[in-house]
């Protein structure tokens, strides 16, 4: 599993223990979608949403996150697919 945040400022509270040594970096949407999310679903992984200090958070499969993510009615320009 890999995680992610909507908001930076959830995703730099988490920053402790074992993820101190990780910097926040913003993913256009559209990126997040035809990188992140095929990748993971090609290699068989979660995805971690809005975990918060205690880990507590959301487990997603990539592709269903994909389907949510366009039925939410976002204007999404592809770059790799239609």
Do not use: H
């Amino acid at each position: 599993m890999i995680c992610f945040w909507a908001e930076k400022v959830r995703a730099k509270s988490c920053a402790i223990d074992e993820w101190k040594k990780y910097k926040v970096t913003k993913i256009q949407l559209t990126d997040f979608i035809e990188n992140w999310c095929i990748g993971m679903a090609n290699d068989e992984l979660l995805i971690g949403t809005q975990f918060d200090q205690n880990l507590f958070g959301y487990e997603a499969n990539p592709l269903e996150l994909i389907l949510e993510l366009i039925l939410i009615g976002k204007n999404l320009n592809f770059k790799k697919f239609k």
